[in-house]
């Protein structure tokens, strides 16, 4: 008995060579298709952004303020499962792209959207619930606790000292007076930090003095009275006022959207209250049962 591999093929069709050229590249076409009628099969949701889309320009994918992620599948969990991801330490990174359905580039994401994609996430993967374990700062007991993670929401800032669209901002130092222009920075340029930081690790094993502070105002600052000049900054950073960098710090702290993962947590053993605990991110938010 013969086995039909491919019934839209007829021996007995006499076809010329540009028929069976045309033949070929529609048969490609519709072969190529099918994994994206697949993949239309899985729910998206819609995730608002804690930037609102204020720091992107306009036309940007995420200027309208929102992220379009699909629902956690087999393929997901196979990354996740990734021993080559994981030692690589960029196992969530991968597993955030794979289930962003909005064309945008990966590196021009805003830390602090990239917070809320990475919450999303967990919960679009297994859910609301986030059983973890407590530690108690007054008795130190530990607990466990179940998390809504929808609970959380944006953290509130005066969106009035921003203008939609420009992805800078101004901040006048109190000592120094010196206009800082100022970026948020995005998932490209905390690599790059990384990549800094990662390279002056020999030679602070020789001098003993590690340089993350400076390191982010440099790339956090993007012009100093006007001048953009990346030495420059660089100068101005290294010999800036601890004042003045105390107060750039705390500005940042206060005016950045953001997440705000922190819950109010009783201690079952002493009775201690908080309103303000930080949520805890263990290996099984993403991870469950391990």
């Known amino acids: 008995m013969t086995k039909v591999v491919n ?34 099969n899985v ?15 306009e036309g940007h994918p995420l200027a309208s303020g929102t992220i379009e ?18 030692k690589q330490g960029v196992v969530i990174d991968k597993l ?6 909005t064309k945008v580039k990966y590196d ?16 679009l993967a297994y859910g609301k619930d986030y059983e973890v374990e ?17 609970q959380f929401d944006a953290k509130q800032v005066d969106w009035s000292r921003f203008t939609k669209g420009e992805t800078t901002h101004k901040f006048t130092l109190p000592i120094g007076k010196q206009e800082l222009t100022l970026k948020f920075l995005t998932h490209g340029d905390e690599r790059m930090i990384e990549e800094h930081l990662k390279n002056a690790k020999k030679l602070s094993k ?18 100093v009275d006007g001048d953009d000049n990346k030495v420059n ?10 004042r003045d960098s105390l107060a750039l710090r705390n500005y940042l702290k206060e005016i950045t959207p953001d997440i705000d993962t922190t819950f109010i947590f009783t201690c079952p053993s002493c009775g201690h209250e908080q309103d303000n605990m930080n949520l805890p991110i263990g290996v099984n938010f993403f991870w469950p049962g391990v």
Not at 96 to 101: A, C, M
Not at 206 to 223: C, M, N, Q, S, Y
Not at 233 to 238: H, S
């Open 7 to 40: 019934d839209s093929y007829v021996p007995s069709q006499k076809l010329s060579n540009d028929e069976l050229k045309a033949k070929f590249l529609n048969d490609a076409a519709m072969l190529s298709s099918a994994p994206q009628a697949v993949a239309s």
């Open 69 to 86: 992620m699909k629902y956690m599948t087999a393929k997901e969990e196979d990354i996740l499962s990734s021993q080559s991801l994981i």
């Open 206 to 223: 020789i001098t003993g003095v590690e340089t993350d502070l400076t390191t982010r105002l440099k790339h956090v600052i993007v012009a």
């Open 233 to 242: 900054i660089g100068k101005f950073v290294d010999n800036m006022l601890s």
């Open 134 to 150: 407590v530690t108690c700062p007054s008795c130190g007991v530990k607990s466990t606790h179940n998390i809504d993670l929808q």
């Open 108 to 123: 021009e994401i805003l830390t602090m959207d990239k917070n809320a994609i990475f919450l999303a996430a967990r919960v």
């Open 43 to 57: 729910p998206t949701e819609i995730i608002q952004l804690p930037s609102k889309g204020y720091f992107y320009p």
């Open 96 to 101: 955030l792209q794979s289930l962003i359905v």
